[in-house]
């Protein structure tokens, strides 16, 4: 298994005597890929472990076998021993175009509507209707009416309609500040989906109060609330209409973790610039589907519609029909990555201050994926069983993946609250 750690590491901006203090375990390849599944994941759950622990001295580890389970938290979880449903709609999938393939999202009620309005029919003749429509036009279409969906293309096509990928991870300092107090640290979280709530669940495992806000009239599917809510708060909170609330949120936060298009929060005042400025000493951390820059920049993305576009579908093809991931590794190790990136410049601030900028997009992730040389997929399946926990939950008893990874021996544990989406108070417990 190719060792990916350092040059994460590097990016993040950490010194590399830490390396030292990471052992990997395992299979070197779990889950069957032409790309390098298993070494992305362990360098992405290395680097956040590293940062977790930045400074102590104390040894860390990621068991491949472990890893894998947690790639792929969402397909574990279940409720009393029954599962809760798939987060993929019957549309969401790839379907055949007059003149290649388009993978459709509508996972959520609002995406299914703009999806239908687009086709002009019911969805039980959606297939028949994309199929007499080329598939960049759909694209075009879908993005325009509030809908998502993307045209398979080989890299080589996606490169040509993009440009330039952003990086796997950016940083810089927005303005001065002085070093924060250590506490423990506050995460206002402003993510939905898998990345950026994997990120910030992530956060909550190695010691953080995090508190998650989600707007009343877009509930979450349930499946991805009981997979990546352990050990946080949710609270449901219309910024629109609670700025006073949202500031004093703002105030009380250590780190800031949003994961929506770049400038969609701007209006409440969520812009990075406009955080450093009222907030001196804040970590932000922002996610996207896309990347700050280029044409794609504002469309709605999600990692399935992000690894048709870039070619990585094309690529996992078979039998003519475009493939995918064998997990949402671009959510997964995007999370992973970022949870490092707010860990680190959380000790950075607290060492020499600064309010610092933490940028990532599943696109950049994606282009490393790429940049790796390939792979001959193997399908090593571990038994899931010793890589799942049971928490305690208003709505009965949770399976859930164990958090991946080891600090000075001990592994790494879900802590209280258990999963319950937008039962908590907007607020910071004293």
């Known amino acids: 298994m190719p060792d990916l750690l350092p040059a994460v590491w590097?990016?993040?901006?950490?010194?590399?005597e830490e390396l030292d203090r990471i052992r990997v375990t395992?299979?070197?390849a779990v889950l069957p890929s032409r790309f390098p599944v298993t070494a992305v994941g362990a360098a992405a759950v290395g680097a956040s472990l590293l940062a977790a622990t930045a400074g102590t001295g104390v040894p860390v580890g990621v068991d491949t076998a472990g890893l894998a389970v947690a790639l792929r938290s969402e397909r574990y979880v279940r409720l009393d021993g029954r599962s809760v449903g798939s987060p993929f709609d019957p549309l969401s999938a790839f379907h055949p175009t007059a003149d290649g393939w388009l993978r459709l999202h509508a996972?959520?009620?609002?995406?299914?509507a703009a999806a239908l309005?687009?086709?002009?029919?019911?969805?039980?003749?959606?297939?028949?209707?994309?199929?007499?429509?080329?598939?960049?036009?759909?694209?075009?279409?879908?993005h325009a009416a509030g809908g998502i969906g993307a045209a398979v293309r080989t890299e080589q096509e996606w490169r040509a309609a993009s440009g330039t990928p952003p990086p796997l991870v950016e940083r810089r300092v927005l303005g001065p500040a002085a070093p924060r107090a250590p506490r423990r640290p506050r995460v206002l979280d402003l993510t939905r989906v898998i990345a950026g709530p994997v990120a910030t669940r992530t956060l909550a495992a190695h010691g953080a109060d995090v508190l998650r806000l989600d707007p009343p009239d877009r509930p979450e599917i349930p499946l991805q609330a009981y997979d990546t809510l352990p050990g946080k708060?949710?609270?449901?909170?219309?910024?629109?209409?609670?700025?006073?609330l949202l500031e004093e949120l703002l105030a009380g936060a250590d780190v800031v973790v949003t994961g929506y298009r770049p400038g969609a929060l701007d209006r409440f005042g969520l812009a990075p610039g406009a955080l450093a400025r009222r907030h001196p000493g804040l970590v932000?951390?922002?996610?996207?589907?896309?990347?700050?820059?280029?044409?794609?920049?504002?469309?709605?993305?999600?990692?399935?519609?992000?690894?048709?576009?870039?070619?990585?579908?094309?690529?996992?093809?078979?039998?003519?029909?475009?493939?995918?991931?064998?997990?949402?590794?671009?959510?997964?190790?995007?999370?992973?990555?970022?949870?490092?990136?707010?860990?680190?410049?959380?000790?950075?601030?607290?060492?020499?201050g600064g309010s610092h900028h933490v940028r990532l997009a599943l696109a950049g992730t994606a282009a490393?994926?790429?940049?790796?040389?390939?792979?001959?997929?193997?399908?090593?399946?571990?038994?899931?069983?010793?890589?799942?926990?049971?928490?305690?939950?208003?709505?009965?008893?949770?399976?859930?993946?164990?958090?991946?990874?080891?600090?000075?021996?001990?592994?790494?544990?879900?802590?209280?609250?258990?999963?319950?989406?937008?039962?908590?108070?907007?607020?910071?417990?004293?």
């Open 368 to 430: 490393w994926l790429q940049s790796l040389p390939r792979t001959d997929p193997a399908d090593l399946p571990a038994d899931p069983a010793p890589h799942l926990v049971e928490l305690e939950s208003p709505a009965g008893r949770l399976t859930l993946a164990a958090p991946p990874g080891t600090v000075d021996g001990e592994p790494l544990s879900w802590p209280a609250p258990a999963p319950s989406f937008g039962t908590a108070q907007p607020r910071w417990d004293p």
């Open 10 to 16: 590097v990016a993040l901006g950490g010194a590399a």
């Open 117 to 142: 309005r687009v086709l002009g029919c019911a969805e039980a003749d959606a297939p028949a209707a994309i199929a007499r429509r080329g598939a960049v036009e759909l694209e075009t279409a879908l």
């Open 107 to 112: 996972n959520y009620p609002w995406h299914r």
């Open 26 to 28: 395992g299979p070197p």
């Open 233 to 244: 708060r949710s609270a449901l909170l219309d910024l629109a209409a609670h700025g006073p």
């Open 284 to 352: 932000i951390v922002t996610l996207s589907a896309w990347g700050q820059e280029g044409p794609w920049a504002r469309r709605r993305g999600f990692d399935s519609i992000v690894q048709a576009a870039c070619g990585i579908a094309h690529a996992e093809a078979a039998g003519g029909v475009p493939g995918a991931l064998p997990a949402q590794l671009l959510d997964h190790a995007t999370g992973y990555v970022a949870a490092a990136g707010a860990l680190f410049a959380l000790y950075a601030q607290r060492r020499t």
